[in-house]
């Protein structure tokens, strides 16, 4: 078969507002038993019997996305991903999202199917139902808001303001990968821009890359809480780097906390990566950000719960606020954790 280099290009007028929502939404199945009404009224009905939470982010073309490298099927994908993490960061159960976007008239029917072929499979794979949405047009760019609803009992919820002096400080997964997948993309950007027909040699950085574009949140650790009968003290999740987010734990907690550097979870595929565009890995993990990974603090007696488990890390430990951040480094040095950006840290 010949391959289409001119896919349909079916302009968004043709199906008019309704058509187009109709279109886009048909093939949405409803699966949670909280959801009473889901699209096509004035307002969707839920009905959860714990308490709810409730979130929303917003990706800007040009500002959070760049779609000369990032394909939209990807792009529904994660702009569901990054709402469910927030909702699992609450120790919440993701149930409902609901979608808005802002179109230009640039993207055809066909753009629009595949931005939402990746919310689909984003809700069939976390199990949350569509409910809504907005749709209107943008004079540029594509903008994406979406919310997510979930549900958790009132004495299991976890927020950001929890930890006390002596709690371990805990990730899950590994960390630093999804910035190194930007700047490989970026870097092929450029490399396509001076020759086109330059092919470009990524399969080395699949992991880096995925973790880039196709983000899972931690649905799972959540339930692996709950499994080893542990709750967290406080958790948030890794949407900004490490170093940001432990301020944000710390600051609402009104504690301090000690991080130590060899303790900090990297992937052998991130080393190799920071060596080769000559970063330094430590740096790229504190202030890298979209991992989408779970940062939280547990009471020290949940230690032997937690310490043999391959998917936690435990990489410090919660310090009264008056003894401020800090990075132990490998050689012992202790250093000022910083909010953001590069050498976020200086030596005290
Ligand atoms: P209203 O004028 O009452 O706001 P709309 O015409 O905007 O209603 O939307 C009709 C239905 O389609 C509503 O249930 C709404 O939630 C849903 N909807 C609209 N746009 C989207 C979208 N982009 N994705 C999912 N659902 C949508
Ligand atoms: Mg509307």
């Not at 569901?80 to 802002?102: E, F, K, P």
């Not at 949407?239 to 609402?252: F, M, Q, R, Y």
């Not at 890298?288 to 043999?308: C, H, M, N, R, S």
């Amino acid at each position: 078969m010949i391959e289409d280099k001119n896919p349909q290009r079916t302009p968004i007028e043709q199906l008019g507002e309704f058509g187009l929502i109709d279109h886009l939404t048909r093939n949405f199945e409803i699966g949670q038993a909280s959801t009473v009404k889901a699209i096509g009224d004035d307002a969707a009905v839920i009905h959860h019997e714990k308490q709810t939470v409730i979130t929303t982010d917003m990706l800007v073309e040009g500002v959070h996305f760049d779609l000369s490298y990032v394909p939209l099927k990807h792009l529904g994908y994660k702009a569901v991903m990054v709402n469910l993490s927030d909702v699992y960061a609450m120790n919440a159960v993701a149930s409902q999202v609901t979608v808005s976007i802002a179109v230009s008239s640039r993207f055809p029917v066909e753009a629009l199917d595949e931005l939402y072929d990746g919310i689909q499979l984003a809700c069939k794979n976390y199990q949350v139902d569509l409910i809504g949405g907005d749709t209107t047009s943008s004079n540029s760019g594509l903008i994406i808001s979406i919310t997510a609803i979930g549900e958790q009992k009132e004495k299991e919820i976890v927020y950001r303001n929890g930890a006390s002096d002596g709690d371990l400080l805990v990730v899950s997964g590994d960390i630093g990968a999804a910035y190194l997948g930007l700047q490989i993309l970026e870097r092929e950007k450029q490399v396509f821009k001076a020759n086109p027909n330059n092919q470009p040699d990524i399969e080395a950085y699949s992991y880096l890359i995925e973790r880039q574009l196709k983000p899972e949140a931690r649905k799972d650790i959540p339930k692996l809480l709950e499994d080893l009968e542990v709750k967290p003290t406080s958790m948030i999740d890794l949407s900004d780097g490490l170093s940001s987010e432990i301020i944000h734990l710390c600051k609402n907690s009104k504690v301090g906390m000690k991080v130590y550097e060899d303790k900090i979870p990297l992937d052998p595929t991130v080393i190799s990566a920071c060596e080769e565009f000559n970063l330094d890995s430590t740096t790229v993990a504190l202030s890298g950000g979209e991992d989408y990974e779970l940062l939280f603090t547990v009471k020290q007696e949940d230690f032997p719960k937690i310490k043999a488990n391959p998917s936690l890390s435990i990489i410090g430990h919660v310090v009264p606020e008056g003894e401020g951040i800090h990075l132990i480094t490998r050689g012992g040095e202790q250093i000022a954790v910083k909010a953001m950006g590069w050498n976020s840290f200086e030596s005290e």
